[in-house]
């Protein structure tokens, strides 16, 4: 190969696109033809041809130039180029292609993913909550139990993990009730603990307060009986 040759070839220059346009065109109700059309325009954009003909596009294709100009109509109705009038420094109007709108509904598109991908996630999370309360309490849960939980979720706002971390602490702590796991929940809420990090440190805090006071009395009671740390779960 010339070096005239590799001149041109990079003077072809390289078209910049989201790959998250690649992985969710379908999504966006586009076929391959589309996908591709709307490559080509931007890369005629990019390379200073801001209005590219049907022939021209179809040239790069495996179309026809009356099946580019159709596919160029749809994607112009479906909202994902428009055309536009611009004027240069002579004032001379001129047409152009603006494929802002594709990249708006692209965006709209990821974020929706995003929100169903955290509603799925959530809605996973309050099952094993609820599974994992009717293991540990051996048996199904009461309707006043179940609101009880919907109620710490939605009006408390508290996380699923912070509620499971409630619940196993109950059962250390050997009172498996829920007015036990609500009294743990408003304890962690009024000292701002809204993370497992935060539970551990709160609760490894509180116990070495605990501790002492617990082997004193325990040493009183019998001094023969050796000092034994209180189990963090936490730790686990």
Not at 74 to 99: A, C, M, N
Request: include cysteine; hydrophobic fraction near 35%.
């Amino acid at each position: 190969m010339s070096k005239t040759s590799l001149l041109k070839w990079i003077q072809e220059g390289n078209v910049t696109i989201p790959g998250v346009l690649l992985t969710h065109y379908k999504e966006m109700n586009l076929d391959e033809n589309e996908l591709v059309l709307l490559l080509q325009v931007i890369s005629f954009i990019e390379n200073g041809n801001e209005f590219p003909t049907p022939f021209e596009l179809s040239s790069r294709m495996t179309i026809s130039v009356s099946e580019c100009t159709g596919i160029l109509r749809k994607l112009v109705q479906k909202g994902f180029i428009e055309i536009k009038e611009s004027y240069s420094g002579d004032d001379v109007r001129y047409e152009r292609y603006d494929v802002e709108p594709l990249w708006g509904k692209l965006i709209d598109c990821f974020l929706l993913r995003g929100k169903q991908e955290a509603v799925i996630a959530n809605q996973k999370n309050e099952t094993d909550l609820y599974t994992c309360f009717e293991q540990e309490f051996g048996r199904p849960l009461s309707p006043f139990e179940c609101e009880t939980l919907a109620m710490w979720m939605d009006d408390d706002h508290h996380d699923p993990h912070i509620i499971k971390a409630a619940l196993r602490e109950s059962v250390i702590s050997g009172k498996l009730n829920f007015r036990y796991i609500d009294r743990i929940l408003f304890e962690w809420k009024k000292n701002g603990i809204k993370t497992i990090e935060q539970a551990k440190s709160y609760g490894k805090k509180f116990r070495q307060s605990q501790t002492p006071q617990r082997n004193k009395q325990n040493e009183d009671a019998n001094p023969t009986l050796k000092s034994v740390p209180f189990y963090n779960w936490l730790e686990q």
